[in-house]
């Protein structure tokens, strides 16, 4: 039951993270085109946000992080090893290694090697929650020195053979899911899902008060998040792709179920890129 709650609560937080745009989806179809998102950034006019943090902002890497689409190369490839306790052990090593420098020993993007990198490292633990093993095995191999990320992660395929990176893959994900100990070498916090919920909460909150979104938007963006939370809940393991593909995969099906009305589903989206634009979306 704890458990349930604890897993509830990252879905939760994931979706919040995650990123709307209006198009249709195609059942296993990995590479969208989306010309409406595409349009909408054009004319985005980026507003001051609270600042969440570093990294996080309009211009930082966060909106190329949640705009990012899976090049066909490695579009709809799926992680051929079980998160066992072999493959967990094998991937904690090399993040011990390789990774918790930069992305701190519990994944939240803060070890002491990231500190002064812009755009920041990611908090994979977190993110790696909501991002399909396409796109986590994509940015693994080919790092950040390329559109639209131009940041400092680096490209791992050349130094880590496919299994290598996908065992680092599980074992991200087990550090969002609580699944796994965090190493104690570089320092760094914890995901934390009950701190993160507060902190989206927040978010919304002042997203409201600086006059982004309405009160009544800020209804509908919770009630349909909370429809987005269960339907994620049965289906983590069929995510494909970023984070925009996952959400608008998640809406379709909600509004297929006639959980949601389309109408739900594009206001969702709007209130979402408006947050986004605004820098407030974490
Ligand atoms: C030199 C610092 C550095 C090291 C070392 C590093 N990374 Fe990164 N990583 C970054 C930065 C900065 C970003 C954020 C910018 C971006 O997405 O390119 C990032 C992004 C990522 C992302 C994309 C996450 C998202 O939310 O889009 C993944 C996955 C990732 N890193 C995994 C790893 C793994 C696994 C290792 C070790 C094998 C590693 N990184 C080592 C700096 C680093």
């Known amino acids: 039951m704890k458990k349930f709650a604890f897993i509830m609560l990252i879905l939760f937080t994931a979706v919040l993270a995650a990123c709307g745009v209006s198009e249709t989806v195609e059942e296993n179809t990995a590479v969208p085109s989306n010309p409406p998102a595409a349009e909408a950034e054009a004319t985005a006019v980026p507003r001051q946000g ?16 949640h705009r990012a689409v899976v090049p066909a190369e490695y579009a709809g490839l799926t992680n051929p090893i079980l998160a066992d306790e072999t493959s ?37 633990a977190h993110t790696s929650q909501m991002l399909g093993d396409d796109y986590l095995f994509w940015r693994i191999s080919e790092g950040g020195a390329m559109e639209p990320f131009n940041s400092a992660m680096i490209a791992w395929k050349g130094s880590l053979d496919e299994e290598a990176r996908w065992d680092v893959v599980n074992y991200i994900r087990a550090l969002g899911s609580g699944q796994v100990t965090p190493g104690q070498r570089m320092g760094g916090a914890m995901f934390d899902p009950v701190a993160e919920a507060t902190k989206q909460a927040d978010m919304i909150a002042a997203a409201v008060a600086q006059g982004v979104i309405t009160p009544e938007e800020a209804d509908t963006f919770t009630a349909v998040h909370a429809e987005l939370e269960m339907v994620m809940a049965g289906q983590r393991d069929q995510i494909q792709g970023g984070m ?20 739900q589903a594009d206001q969702f989206n709007d209130i979402h890129d408006r947050l986004l634009a605004a820098g407030l979306m974490q």
């Open 50 to 65: 609270m600042g969440m943090g570093n990294g996080m902002g309009p211009g930082s890497g966060m909106m190329a992080r």
């Open 88 to 124: 967990l052990a094998r991937g904690a090593e090399t993040y011990a290694n390789l990774c918790a420098t930069c992305h701190g020993d519990g994944g939240m993007g803060d070890g002491p090697a990231g500190a002064s990198l812009d755009p920041a490292p990611a908090p994979i």
């Open 244 to 263: 925009a593909d996952m959400q608008a995969e998640m809406l379709a099906e909600l509004v297929a179920d006639g959980r949601i009305t389309q109408e």
